[in-house]
Every structure is written in structure tokens, then in C-alpha cells.
């Protein structure tokens, strides 16, 4: 043990060193900050936007020096050049440029994660480095080459390696409880995740993993790798990260800025039309129809009826001077708006424009005289300020909103029968709701189809855009002098800066830029949960990323969603034309092997497509199957799960458990709680607590969440939800499941 406390002591002085050099690094940037704070707003306007430009640049700084602060310094790698190379949170040099510390995501830090014995990359021995704030509380080799511990004597690297050998960082990681929020697995990061999170950034990579093998993690560890290793042509554009759920999004908010990383837009496919709020429900039948790629047809074809030919000729007297409006000008007019190919409204433009001119040339005519070109374009205003025209020229080429027009189709049988002749009258029926009804998740994805297709009049926007590449060409030009000038070069690009130059306000990030727009495309799009995507929802995504530059994350076995993906190829070959790759994940880290066993018998009984899963550990009495009595199923099992939790929730208040069950037995489930005096934790928004130590969740709630123990109600009734969601929820916990169960068990449960 004498050899291990020497080991704990030399790496103490090594963390206190790298620890040492970030409190300076702190130091100094605060002391910018004040600096640049103190100089007050004097100056030049010119002079105010640089300065409020470089405070920006400090307290991202800032921000990102105080995110390391947790375990800045997790592992070591040994090279077979006597060199040693610690790894870490971020990269540290001293004040001679010498490396300290290598950021996990650099090249040099890649051996760390992926050398074995067989390829060991120039490692002979590989450190995990564990502590508890700034203090080393242990330390766990993996020798990779032992003559290098024992100068030839077996003996002696027996005896030191059963010093250091300890339950190893990825172990203990696993069984401990259960927080509120996920973490990161920058320090235990394993070989087979570490290759997918340094896959090259082009083309779209499909992650297909089982429950528990890290599918999240890798997908947000993959888009801080990414803006690591590609900023300079990720940090203009911005990286989207969606996920299924609000709630979801709430567990994953605290990893990326663990990773150094803050400017990742987070969102769902719900929220992702800004302006648009989805908080309205539907019964499943009617979200799978709406999320079928023949609804983007639908809605084509309801653009193109608000443009339409008159049956007969309207006749306007304008100031003395008749003039027809033809049914043939009309056609003439719009096909030739057509051929510019641009959005409805937009297009309406030339339209108006080329019907307002054969109008003109009608007056003309009658005056029977030249007409100056300041005449005509008088003669031109008197038309477009006409009641009657404009009443006619807006029959014949209706401007129209994405939300008018999807309201229009649900709320007005004949719009949606003259829009989706291929769709039968009972399908119909299913879309039909009223005009003031809210929002749903699945409307979303029609409603941006239909501002793609509808699009603005951007006359002033073009304007406007043309004086704004102007203005931007020169701020990066005096952006680039004043880096020249500073030497900040290497902490922030010139673009970068000419955005923080705006002196019309407060300057906006990347990602708020980028959330409040709905047009913006981005330089990379990670997507988890992807399985639950329709076809709908992909063309959105797919607007969003021109370059096709994806992470797409999920398990086609846990699908729930009626419209989601049962096969990649099928529902990705029609999108990205074949030009997808696959990776998988085989080890589940989370769930103890009983449990997951169970789940895998249930999936292979329903027909699910599992993946190849393997369980990285086991615990003791982590299943447990409890039948209530027949009678009064309902509140039966619900208060059977109740005295559950009760019995399962820690003592001392720590883990995390959650109640899932079925949405028709929420209720039920509920009352049975409150009854045993346990109050699920809910916010102030109506949702599930992240914080509390007990939740009552559905299935589609869970997805994509962990918890220390599950009991689960019912499973026959979330198994008539769907299979997948069954699969879901029998798979969200590190330690217990308990199933409590009136009905009869579905197939595969028990052994």
C-alpha cells in the first residue's frame, strides 16, 4: 500500500500544478474583463463596439475556465518514449507554451481510449486519474507493457499492480446514483465509442445501439469533438442537437457546457419553427397520417390552388378609364411567376407586377398617346391602390400564412378534398379539427413545409441583406486588424468577432441567431432518439443541413411512435439516397444484466429488431416480479406500486425512482401514490421533476432517461401502447426493476 499512497501523492502534485495553472489562466482573463469593463463607454462608437466586443470574448472565456473545474485532470498515458501525457477537460500549457494538460478531443489524447494490449498505439500503460473536486482520491493502471513497470522481474509488477488495481473508473461510475441531470463520460470513454465520436464530420452517420450503450452520451460528446476539431467551420454556422423531449432536453442541458462547449442549439422537432408553440394532443392514428410524405404533396397542392383563374373577366373603372382583368392575362401571368420557381408569395410578386402592367398598357391605349415612363409608373400606383384590382389580383393569387393555410385545410372539408384527392374520406375525417384548435408536435413538420413553399415578399429583406453584406465585409476586415493587432487570434476568429461588433444592440450567439430563425442552416445536425422521426420530420431537419453533415442516434427496436423508423434503410434510403453509414453499439453500460435479459426475451416474443446487446455488469436481485390480485386490477396495481416505492426509495433521500407505467393508467397510478403519502415531483410548468427523487412518467417520457430504480405498472398495457415502448421503459434503470402486474406478464418477461 506504501507503493499506492507514493502513486495518490506524485499525481496530487501533478493535479495541483494543472489546477495551479488554471486559478492564473482565471486570474488573468477576469483581469481583462475588469479592464476592458473599466474603460466605461467613451469613446467612438467604433471604439465601443470593440470593447464591447472583446468583453464578450472574455466572458465566454470565463465561462469556459469555470466548467472545467470538475475533474480537470481524469487520466494519463505512458508512452513508450519515457514521455507522459496527462489528458483532461481542456488543453493547458505554461507560460512558455509547454503542454500540461491535452484536451480529450485533440489527436494526441486518442491512444488514451482506444490502445489495447494488441494494438497498444505507443502506450505501455494507460492511468485513470479519480477525484473528488481538487483532491486525488485514487488512481487505476492498465499496463499494456509490463517489463516497463518491473525491469524484468514478474514478481515485482505482480505486487505493485495489485496496489494500484482498485473497482476501475467505469465501474464505479455505473453504480453511482443517479442524479437529476446526466453526465459526462469524457474520463471512461470506451474504444467503440471513442471511434464514433471521431468519425469524420461529412456525410450522415447512423449510431444504432441498444439501451444503456451510450447513445446519447456519444452523440453529445461527438458534437463537442466536432466543434473542437472543425471550428473554424462549425462556429459561423452552429451545431443543432434535437431530442425527443423537453424533458429530455432538460436531463442532457448540463454536458455540453461540462465539455467547454455552450453554442449548440438544443431543441425538438416541436419547438423547432420559431413562433410556432405545440402543445396540443391527437390520437396516434392521426400523427402517423400527418407524418407520411404524401402530406408534403397535400400541402403543395394547397399552395397552388391559392393561385387560380378566374372563370370570367372582372371590369374595373378607374378615373374615366375601363379596364378588363382577363382570365387569359391572368394565366398567362401566373404561369410565367411559375417559371421563376420562387416561393408562393414571393413569386406573387411578379404576378402583381406583370398583371399591374398589362393594366397599364390597357390605359394607355384608351389615352391614344405616348406616355412618359414617370406617367406609366403614376398610371401604375393609381391601379395598385384600386380596391377592385387588388380584390382581384388577391382572388386570383392569395398571399397567405403557413398558419392560415394548415388551418384552412383542417378546418374546410372541401380545402382538404381539393388538396388530397389521394387520401379516403376516413382519412380525411382523421385531419378534421377545428380552425382555433392548438398546435401539435406533428403539425410542426407541415407547418414548415408550408413556409418553404409559401416563403415571404422580401422585396425590402433583399434590401436589407445587400447593405448588410456590405456593412459585414468591412466589420471583418477591421475584425481581422484589430486580432492582428491584439494577438487574440487564437481565441476567436475574425467572423467571429465582426458578429460581437454590432453596436444596433445587444449582440446574440451563434445559437441564438440561429434558434430565432427559422431558415438557418447549420454545419452539422445531431439527432437523437432518431427512431421516432417521421418522414415529415426529416425534410424538416434535412432543409436544415444542406450539406448532409449528420449524427443520427437511436434504436429501431425502442420506436414508439406509430410514423417511426422500423428499419434505417427504409426510412433513410429514400432521404439520403443510401449515402448513410452505420455504426453500432454492442456493450450496455446501464442496465444490470438480469434486467436487460428480460427486456431482450420480451423484444425477440413482440418481433422488435434488437441489436446485439451485451451487459458490461450484473447486480444482485435487480429483477423483481410482483402479481397483485385480479380483482380491482387498476387500483390494485397501483397501490401495489406504491408500496414499491416506498420500499425502494433510499432512505437517506439519494437515487433516483421513477413510476412508469402506461397513459390510460396514469391517473390510477397517481391517486395510489398520494394515498401512500408520495408525491411524484412535477415543476411549475407541469412536468416531470428532474431533481426529485420520485417521478410518474410514461413510457414516451422516459425515453432517453436513467434512473437507480424502475417499478413499472402494468406492462401488457404499455405493450398494447406499443412493443417499443415496453422495451423503453423495462430499460431506464441502473440497479432495480420492479414489475407489478395484474394482468397476465407479456411473453418473454420472466424466465
Known sequence: MAGTNDELAGEQKTVDVMYGRLDELRRATRARLAEVRRSGPAGSPQNRSERDAFAT?????????????????FGRVDLDDDTRRYIGRMGLTDDEQTPLLTDWRAPAAQSFYRATAAHPDGVVRRRHVVTRGREVTGVEDEVLDLSVLTDGSPDDADERLAGLSGEGALLAGMRA??????????????????????????????????????????????????????????????????GPSR??????????????????????????????????????????????????????????????????????????VTVVIRPGDIASAINRARRNHRPHNQARVTFVRDMLARLADQWVTQLGQDVPPDERGEII??????????????????????????????SRPWRLEA?????????????????????????????????????????????????????????VAYARQVLESTGAGALVSAELLAD????????????????????????????????????MAWRVLLRRVPTRSLTIVGDVAQTS????????????????????????????????????????????????????????????????????????????AASAAAQAVASTVDAEGEGRVAVICAAADLAVVDRAM??????????????????????????????????????????????????????????????????????????????
Not at 442524479?179 to 470513454?189: H, L
Not at 432536453?249 to 405545440?278: F, H
Not at 378566374?310 to 378615373?319: K, N, S, Y
Open 57 to 73: 470574448l472574455y466572458e465566454d472565456r470565463v465561462a469556459q475556465l469555470e466548467a472545467v473545474e470538475e475533474r480537470l485532470v
Open 177 to 242: 446514483g443517479r442524479t437529476g441531470r446526466m453526465g459526462d463520460i469524457v474520463a471512461t470513454i470506451q474504444a467503440e465509442q471513442d471511434a464514433i465520436i471521431r468519425s469524420e464530420l461529412a456525410g450522415a452517420l447512423v449510431v444504432q445501439g441498444g439501451p444503456g450503450t451510450g447513445k446519447t452520451a456519444v452523440a453529445l460528446h461527438r458534437a463537442a469533438y466536432l466543434l473542437y476539431a472543425h471550428r473554424r467551420m462549425l462556429e459561423r454556422n452552429g451545431v443543432l442537437l434535437v
Open 247 to 320: 424533458t429530455f432536453l432538460r436531463y442532457i442541458d448540463q454536458v455540453l457546457p461540462s465539455l467547454g462547449e455552450t453554442g449548440v442549439v438544443t431543441t425538438t422537432i416541436a419547438d423547432l419553427v420559431p413562433g410556432v408553440v405545440a402543445t396540443g394532443a391527437e390520437d396516434p392514428a392521426v400523427a402517423e397520417l400527418k407524418g407520411r410524405t404524401v402530406m408534403a404533396e397535400v400541402i403543395a397542392r394547397a399552395v397552388r390552388q391559392r393561385q387560380r383563374i378566374p372563370a370570367q373577366a372582372t371590369t374595373v373603372r378607374i378615373d374615366g
Open 381 to 410: 400606383n393609381e391601379l395598385r391602390a384600386d380596391r377592385d384590382v387588388r380584390v382581384a389580383l388577391n382572388l386570383a393569387w392569395m398571399p397567405t400564412s403557413p398558419q392560415k393555410l394548415l388551418s384552412d385545410l383542417y
Open 419 to 475: 388538396a388530397a384527392p389521394g387520401l379516403s374520406p376516413a382519412q380525411r375525417a382523421l385531419l378534421a379539427r377545428d380552425a382555433d384548435a392548438p398546435w401539435t408536435p406533428a403539425d410542426v413538420p407541415l407547418l414548415d413545409e408550408a413556409a418553404e413553399l409559401l416563403g415571404e415578399d422580401d422585396q425590402a429583406l433583399r434590401a436589407q441583406e445587400r447593405a448588410a453584406a456590405q456593412q459585414r465585409a468591412t466589420e
Open 500 to 535: 460581437r461588433f454590432s453596436s444596433s444592440g445587444p449582440a446574440l450567439t451563434t445559437a441564438e441567431r440561429a434558434a430565432a430563425d427559422r431558415s438557418w442552416t447549420y454545419g452539422h445536425v445531431v439527432v437523437d432518439e432518431a427512431q421516432e422521426l417521421s418522414a
Open 561 to 636: 411512435a406509430a410514423g417511426g423508423a422500423r428499419s434505417w434503410e427504409r426510412m433513410l434510403d429514400p432521404l439520403l439516397r443510401g449515402s448513410w453509414r452505420l455504426r453500432e453499439l454492442t456493450v450496455n453500460y446501464r442496465t444490470p444484466a438480469a434486467v436487460a435479459d428480460a427486456a431482450v426475451r420480451m423484444a425477440r416474443a413482440a418481433g422488435l429488431p434488437i441489436s446485439p446487446l451485451t451487459s458490461a455488469r450484473d447486480v444482485t436481485d435487480a429483477l423483481r416480479i410482483e402479481r397483485t390480485t385480479p380483482a380491482g386490477r387498476d387500483e390494485a
Open 674 to 751: 398520494h394515498a401512500h403519502d408520495l408525491a411524484p415531483g412535477i415543476t411549475s410548468a407541469g412536468t416531470a421533476d428532474l431533481d426529485a427523487p420520485l417521478v410518474l412518467l410514461t413510457a414516451a417520457e422516459s425515453k432517453g432517461l436513467e434512473f437507480d430504480a424502475v417499478v413499472l405498472v402494468e406492462p401488457a398495457d404499455l405493450l398494447a401502447e406499443s412493443a417499443g415502448a415496453l422495451y423503453v421503459a423495462m430499460t431506464r434503470p441502473t440497479r432495480l426493476l420492479h414489475v407489478v402486474h395484474a394482468t397476465d406478464l407479456p411473453a418473454g418477461i420472466a424466465d
